[in-house]
């Protein structure tokens, strides 16, 4: 009898044991798929972020302007156009006395026209009219930038030159700065330019975020595409691409390729120093680089 009850006890122990054991089991996986649950949820919610909110990480405008070419010492018009859409557009038409022709600059992702005044006082004594547009969304400019509409704005400035200022298209030179590269290369892909200056202008969009954002599926996600590398095989006026190896922003990789896609004639011009500041650290060296270039291809 005493053994019976002795065997009853020990298999009600092993009854509560393996219970208990399950329970554990139990708690451990269910908290393991809160946790996975919760990190799928993070993800997808960073994905339709980056799908839905892709624009406001690549655009960076500001409204107000910091200064005129005036306050440089340069004359120019304030210029209004408006684009294909119905969208006004501001910039600045600066004139060089005896101008070889007309720089068209595009502009990075950030601030506006006048964060530019030190170019246009380099093209200026480089004996180079300018003509300078912020795009919409930016500056005095009408609307919301994105990538169509750039391109828009694009057509609009090129419009004006050879129908208001009756500048020939052998006498424009397509300039374009970081995403301003971007927006040239479209540009001269579709007009004939004299020439095309890349500055620190990456291949595509989707290649930066892919750098960038190496965790998510940004080539499927990508909105905003902006592919320089993809327009230079067809475009056809010689290149100069302008890159740096400090670059933190766009890699010196992506100034590679574009020169390794370009047609010929093309030039390659290595400069020290990050991604803003490659063009001041080596000022001497930029302007000269730069007045070869045009130079060689500017038709004089």
């Known amino acids: 009898m005493a053994n019976e009850r002795m065997a009853n006890y ?30 799928l949820i993070g993800y997808l919610g960073l994905a339709a972020l980056l799908f839905l909110g892709q624009e406001r990480l690549i655009y960076f405008p500001t409204r107000t302007w910091l200064a005129t070419p005036a306050q440089a010492g340069l004359p120019y018009e304030e210029i209004w156009l408006e684009s294909a859409d119905k969208v006004k557009l501001s910039g600045w038409f600066v004139p060089a006395e005896s101008a070889r022709g007309v ?3 595009f502009h990075g992702n950030g601030g506006n026209i006048s964060h530019r005044l030190d ?29 169509q509409g750039t391109y828009l704005d694009a057509e609009a400035a090129w419009r004006f030159l050879v129908e ?6 052998a006498q424009i030179i397509l300039f374009g ?8 290369s479209r540009l001269a892909q ?12 990456f291949t595509s969009i989707p290649d930066m975020g892919a750098q960038t954002y190496p965790f ?47 047609n010929a004639p093309k030039e390659f011009l290595k400069l020290r120093g990050g991604h803003n500041e490659g063009v001041l650290l080596e000022a001497a060296a930029y302007e000269a680089g730069l007045e070869a ?3 060689r291809y500017s038709g004089r």
């Open 10 to 39: 020990k298999n009600v122990a092993i009854c509560k044991g393996n219970i208990r054991l399950f329970a554990i089991r139990h708690s451990f996986w269910r908290m393991l798929w809160v946790i996975v649950g919760l990190l």
């Open 103 to 105: 720089i068209l600059f």
């Open 119 to 147: 170019s246009l006082e380099l093209f200026h004594r480089l004996g180079w009219s300018t003509f300078i547009i912020d795009y919409r969304g930016y500056g005095q400019s009408e609307g919301q930038p994105g990538e």
């Open 164 to 169: 208001e200022k009756q500048v020939t298209p």
């Open 177 to 184: 700065e970081s995403l301003g590269g971007a927006v040239a």
């Open 190 to 201: 579709t007009h004939s330019p004299q020439a095309l200056i890349l500055l620190s202008t």
């Open 216 to 262: 998510l599926p940004v080539r499927l996600l990508a909105r905003v595409h902006y592919n320089t590398l993809a327009r230079l095989p067809e475009i056809t006026c010689p290149v100069l691409i302008i890159h740096s190896p400090d670059d933190e922003v766009v890699p010196y990789s992506h100034g590679q390729k574009l020169f390794e896609a370009a």
């Open 293 to 295: 270039f045009l130079d």
